[in-house]
């Protein structure tokens, strides 16, 4: 064999060598592919209950055996069966190594995950640059999960730069994607105007293919937009229907879906379903919910009156940090409704609600300290809570400070204090400060004497019903104090408080019938008004009515009743009422005469200082 022969002879071997080293590895290639597909769709099969029974725990031991021969994904849904503890214990740290076997493969879904991990503190320090960096590397795959991540990370400026513009490019690509968060959070960015132009319309958009995607939180939304038409056209069957898609689980939806079952807001009313779901709401942690629900039980509305009941709801919503229940609460402890009756409690629920701003938790540890109730009278302090409510214009407490100024309560009297917290009292509507600022003017005491203002206040506080300025502004249209007479606003005014029984009132209307001022003279109208007042007991309206009935305007008068109103006037120290009544009995007028009985009566007067009594004591006896 030539030398050129045997040389074509080894170089077809060595080809030959080659090939077959080469079909050998790709022949165990495919065979390790095989085996390593073969083992994760059993796994799969496994985790899913498809064709066996679901068993985490052999789905993992398939998963180990692909993961072992380098499947990316076998190790990625490892890193999820630990971080889960699914068919293991949990272990975020044999997590964390799975995700980054990988990630380190450039496994999208494990990069997204292991970001997560450095987010949220599993199996790491948190470590939120770290996180943005496995972000970016999904994100770049076009995982939806990752852009949200990363688009949330740079708008709100968390492990990265704050880059507002940047952040809504990586959250619009997730929403173009489908992510049902990232649909969600740009809505919400619109619906609160946060680092953008509010846009109510834009925001409703991505609210609906979100809550179509069955997102409760945009469900509760889209109920939102369309129970108060916020961009979007008030609709409250939309809105029912919206709240009804996610009440079952979304806390706010079961709540606002009650109040419109309770009022009727496009359905029927219906207080038993109302009730329900505020009973759904309440159960799911809703603050709100819970306080309603503890105030129905309170009052007693639409539901049996059950003060346990109310103490339970209240107390779940104080200790979600609810100030008005903590200070209902308090209120309970202090009466013992519902609860044992305990001050200290009581005490520490008051100063909880105050300190976080309630108002009327502020006012009661004011009066907690000013009356010393169960605790040492301290002005001092019952001031700083005052001025803590008055700092947010409650009038109450504004009053009660200018009393403690204007009386001088452990601090030095200061009228021009006084005078300016009444007056921001009584612009804040107080009715109290109105009188005290209209009297200040009316006199001209610590403030300069203006009637016209005086008027001005005692109307406010008369538009709100209050019956004591009805009778000092009538009094000055009547008697003509700092303006001209108007007896017929006097009569108006006194009118408008005829409905509260208020014997005065009564009393001024009847008078003005007597006489005929302000109105046409009306003596039956007259009696009607005094006899009521004086049936109440109001000495002068007793006094009055006896004069009247025994003048010449009334042709049948009742003496029986006369009588009786001297004699209560009379026992009431009223000096005139004793002359009157001496003079029937000097005189037999429609009593029997007796003299004895007139002088002991006109002596009473006379010692009172009635000066006709004196006089006639003087002539007659």
Not at 94 to 102: D, G, L, R, S
Request: glycine residues 8%.
């Amino acid at each position: 064999m030539s030398r050129s022969h045997i040389a074509l002879v080894g170089k077809i071997a060595a080809i030959a060598c080659i090939i077959f080293i080469v079909f050998c590895i790709c022949f165990y290639k495919t065979i390790r592919t095989g085996f390593i597909e073969a083992q994760f769709d059993r796994a799969s099969m496994y985790m899913q209950g498809e064709g066996n029974p679901q068993d985490f725990k052999k789905a993992r031991e398939y998963l180990e055996q692909s993961a072992t021969a380098g499947s990316d994904n076998a190790q990625y849904m490892l890193g999820v069966m630990y971080e889960k503890g699914q068919g293991a214990s949990q272990d975020f740290s044999k997590a964390m190594n799975f995700y980054k076997q990988a990630a380190n493969k450039n496994h999208a879904k494990a990069q997204y995950a292991l970001g997560s991990m450095y987010d949220h503190a599993r199996g790491v320090p948190e470590d939120h640059t770290e996180a943005v960096r496995w972000y970016e590397k999904s994100a770049n795959q076009n995982n939806p999960a990752a852009q949200y991540a990363l688009g949330y990370a740079y708008y709100n400026g968390i492990g990265t730069t704050k880059n507002i513009d940047k952040g809504l490019q990586y959250l619009q690509k997730s929403a173009e994607n489908g992510y049902v968060k990232a649909l969600f959070y740009i809505g919400s960015l619109y619906f609160e105007g946060k680092n953008i132009p509010q846009d109510t319309k834009k925001a409703f958009s991505y609210f609906e293919k979100a809550a179509y995607k069955g997102n409760h939180d945009a469900q509760f939304y889209l109920g939102v937009m369309y129970e108060n038409g916020n961009g979007v056209k008030r609709d409250y069957t939309k809105a029912i229907y919206w709240y009804e898609k996610s009440s079952k689980t979304h806390s706010s939806a079961a709540f606002n879906l009650a109040k419109m079952y309770k009022n009727g807001l496009g359905v029927e009313i219906d207080y038993n379903h109302a009730f329900e779901l505020l009973k759904r709401a309440a159960n799911g942690n809703n603050i709100q919910a819970q306080y309603y629900l503890a105030n129905f039980y309170d009052k007693g509305d639409n539901v049996p009156q059950d003060s346990a009941k109310a103490a339970f709801w209240y107390d779940k919503a104080a200790k979600q940090g609810d100030s008005r229940s903590a200070y209902r609460l308090g209120e309970m402890y202090i009466d013992g409704r519902g609860v044992n009756e305990n001050f200290d409690k009581a005490f520490q629920l008051f100063q909880q609600a105050a300190q976080d701003g309630n108002v009327q938790a502020q006012l009661k540890m004011a009066t907690i300290y000013f009356k010393g109730m169960n605790t040492p009278i301290d002005h001092n302090k019952a001031i700083e809570w005052y001025q803590k409510a008055a700092n947010q214009n409650n009038s109450e407490a504004l009053l009660a400070l200018g009393n403690i100024f204007d009386q001088g309560l452990d601090v030095p009297k200061d009228q021009a204090k006084a005078v300016g917290f009444y007056q921001k009292a009584a612009e804040g509507g107080n009715v109290e400060a109105q009188l005290k600022i209209a009297s200040f003017y009316l006199a001209g005491t610590n403030l300069p004497k203006n009637p016209a203002k005086a008027i001005e206040w005692y109307q406010k506080a008369v538009d709100q019903g209050n019956i004591q300025a009805m009778l000092a502004l009538g009094q000055i249209y009547e008697q003509g104090i700092g303006t001209t007479e108007d007896y017929q606003k006097a009569f108006e005014i006194y009118s408008k408080g005829l409905s509260s029984h208020n014997a005065d009132l009564q009393y001024a209307v009847g008078m003005l019938y007597a006489k005929g001022l302000g109105v046409s003279k009306d003596i039956e109208k007259a009696r009607n008004f005094l006899k009521k007042a004086a049936q109440q007991g109001l000495v002068v309206a007793q006094r009055e009515y006896a004069k009247l009935d025994l003048s010449n305007q009334v042709q049948d008068p009742n003496m029986q009743t006369v009588i009786s109103y001297l004699q209560e006037a009379i026992k009431n120290g009223d000096a005139e009422s004793m002359f009157i009544l001496g003079n029937l009995y000097l005189n037999g007028n429609h009593v029997t005469k007796d003299t004895k009985l007139a002088k002991e009566l006109f002596m009473q007067s006379c010692e009172k200082g009635f000066e006709n009594a004196c006089h006639i004591l003087k002539t007659t006896y």
